[in-house]
């Protein structure tokens, strides 16, 4: 049995818990650096940069599009594992049989950063829950509907906060319109890191 519609944890982590996940990011991104994913077709760099956990990664390109894959696309290595405590949460929260496959790690380092509205709609199971996890700076979420022209609202989404998409609202348009410098300092050099566990395949 799993659980539905959007659904968010304040504070699911605490501090304590908020720096041991910084601490396993840490060594991550030791073996898999940030990289700067590419709009499909015209090359533009996303504002974010990001990494990847788990069997599989999502990564982006001018020529390859969206996708997932098993490599980091500069080091070419495996990505490292997921965290212990990342697949607890997912346990916990999403209540879905089979682990996550892919832990996005996206980096939101200055003001510009920004996401724009997009549903997650490469895996071929979407019938699993995403689970995303907020650290370091608040960020200011837009959570949308089924088509992208439904209204939206706007939510705050501050360190340690957790929160899924399930059922009816997987497929559901969301980004983030920006990131307050400044609103916390769990992040040494400052921003915010969001983590998106997702099971790719069924
Ligand atoms: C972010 N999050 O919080 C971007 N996707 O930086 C997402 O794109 C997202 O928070 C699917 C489900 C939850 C999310
Ligand atoms: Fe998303």
């Known amino acids: 049995m799993h659980h539905d519609g959007f659904q968010i944890y304040p504070g699911y982590f605490d501090k304590n818990a908020q720096q041991s996940l910084v601490d396993e990011l840490q060594k991550i991104i030791k073996k898999a650096p940030f990289f700067q ?8 760099p996303f504002s974010v940069k990001m990494t990847n956990a788990g069997p599989l990664g999502w990564v982006s390109d001018k020529d390859g599009g969206y996708r997932y894959q098993k490599s980091h696309p500069v080091t070419a290595l495996p990505w490292p594992p997921i965290p212990d405590e990342l697949i607890a949460a997912w346990n916990e929260l999403t209540g879905y049989e089979k682990p996550p496959e892919c832990c996005l790690i996206n980096l939101y380092r200055n ?8 549903r997650d709609e490469d895996e ?3 019938a699993a829950p995403v689970l995303s ?15 992208r022209k439904d209204p939206t609202r706007s939510v705050r989404l501050t360190s340690g906060d957790a929160l899924t998409f399930g059922g009816e609202a997987r497929l559901a ?17 400052g921003g915010r890191i969001n983590l998106t566990l997702r099971r790719v395949n069924l």
């Not at 996890?133 to 088509?147: E, P």
């Not at 348009?173 to 050099?189: C, E, F, K, P």
Request: net charge positive; no cysteine; hydrophobic share 35%.
């Open 37 to 44: 994913p590419r709009m499909p077709r015209t090359g533009k």
């Open 111 to 118: 003001e510009k950063a920004k996401m724009g509205l997009h």
């Open 124 to 126: 071929k199971n979407l």
């Open 133 to 147: 996890i907020s650290l370091g700076d608040t960020a200011v979420f837009r959570m949308g509907g089924l088509k």
């Open 173 to 189: 348009y969301h980004g983030i319109d920006r990131v307050i410098a400044g609103s916390s300092t769990l992040l040494s050099n």
